[in-house]
Every structure is written in C-alpha cells, then in structure tokens.
T-cell receptor
Framework: SQTIHQWPATLVQPVGSPLSLECTVE??????LYWYRQAAGRGLQLLFY??????ISSEVPQNLSASRPQDRQFILSSKKLLLSDSGFYLC???????????FGPGTRLTVT | AQTVTQSQPEMSVQEAETVTLSCTYD???????LFWYKQPPSRQMILVIR??????QNATENRFSVNFQKAAKSFSLKISDSQLGDAAMYFC???????????FGKGTRLSVIA
C-alpha cells in the first residue's frame, strides 16, 4: 500500500534562516505531488505541484521554492524565512491518472 | 477559475443525531470532482467521500452521504448517527480533473456534544 511521509513533524526557526521540508511517497511510482499551506484556523492554500519529475508549477509567488530530486520525493525550501511563513505545511500525492489526493501528516512550522 | 464556499464556520451536533454541512462551488468545467475531507485535531487530512459530477446518484460511505445538486452547484455532507470521533474540521474541495490541484473551501468546524 502507499504511504506518504513528511519530515520534520514540527520546526521552530528564526526569521531569516533557511528551510527544508521533505515529503516522500512509498508504494507507487510517478505520483503527482503537491505542497499546501494551512494558516491557523484557515483553509488550505496550494503552493506548488508537480505532475512529473522535473515539472513544478508555482501557484503563489513567495520566498519559497520546491524541487523534486527523485520521482517520489518533494522538497519545499526557503533561503530566508519570514514571519508570515509560519503555518502547517501539508504534502499530498495522487496517482498519475488519479483524482483523489492523499495527504501526509504535515509539518508545523513556527517562525520566531 | 474554480471557487468553493463553506458558509458555516462552525457547527455542533448532539451525539447520535444527524448534521448537514453546506458547500457551494463555482466552475465553468463540464466535468469535475467534489470531495469532503476531514481534519481531526491531529491535523491529518482524511478523505471522507467523493462525487463525480457526471453521476446523478449521490455518493454514500457508511454514515456519510452527500446531497449533490449540480444545477444549484451545491454539495452538502450529511453525517448520520454522529459520533464523538466525528469532531473535526471538514473541508469541501473541487478539482476539474486528475493532475490538477484541489481547490478547498475554508472549512467548517464540527463539534459533537455528548
């Protein structure tokens, strides 16, 4: 069966520090991958999505970037964090022709 | 562009009773898919139910069912025999097809009263 992992589970970082969040999927190949952010008490905002290795679409122009170094790995990065980057970051996957998206456990990021 | 609106920020229901959560949407696509996701306090997003727009029959999953009104662009979730474990944020979501991201509503927080 398929499993999605996110690392780390929680993170506290000072303003101006770099960021690297990792998402990996097991049990499937060539998945579509997504990064969402959820601010406190709010809905989910799509940040990036990738429908194939080497293809990454950005929905929100910010100081965040995404990379897909391997088929089942999706990385969210920042060179310098802002206070507004605090939130709950969720990674999701779907099969190449699939409709449903399945979410990882998330990373809670606090920027101080 | 697609939009999803959940007009009830909070709802409550007595244990064992039935509750309906509302969702309206807008899309210019002729075919699309609608979902309800549940986010319990652990914040793990869990898929509850899915509806294909081309299907007239309302989807059902155990105690969860939907009322899909395509002309009205309405997609409500009914939870029957509510249980304490149903307490969570519920998100309505839409996608026009595979390989495209979901568009989410802002969510409805459901409390279940014992």
């Amino acid at each position: 069966s398929q499993t999605i992992h996110q690392w780390p589970a929680t993170l506290v970082q000072p303003v101006g520090s770099p960021l690297s969040l990792e998402c990996t999927v097991e049990g499937t190949s060539n998945p579509n991958l997504y990064w969402y952010r959820q601010a406190a008490g709010r809905g989910l905002q799509l940040l990036f999505y990738s429908v194939g290795i080497g293809q990454i679409s950005s929905e929100v122009p910010q100081n965040l970037s995404a990379s897909r170094p391997q088929d089942r790995q999706f990385i969210l990065s920042s060179k310098k964090l802002l206070l507004s980057d605090s939130g709950f970051y969720l990674c999701a996957w779907s099969s190449l022709a699939g409709i449903e998206q399945y979410f990882g456990p998330g990373t809670r990021l606090t920027v101080t | 562009a697609q939009t999803v609106t959940q007009s009830q920020p909070e709802m409550s229901v007595q244990e064992a009773e039935t509750v309906t959560l509302s969702c309206t949407y807008d899309t210019s696509e002729s075919n699309y898919y609608l979902f309800w996701y549940k986010q319990p306090p652990s914040r793990q997003m869990i898929l509850v139910i899915r509806q294909e727009a081309y299907k007239q029959q309302n989807a059902t999953e155990n105690r969860f069912s939907v009322n899909f009104q395509k002309a009205a662009k309405s997609f409500s979730l009914k939870i029957s025999d509510s249980q304490l474990g149903d307490a969570a944020m519920y998100f309505c979501a839409l996608t026009p097809s595979g390989n495209t991201p979901l568009v989410f509503g802002k969510g409805t927080r459901l409390s279940v009263i014992a």
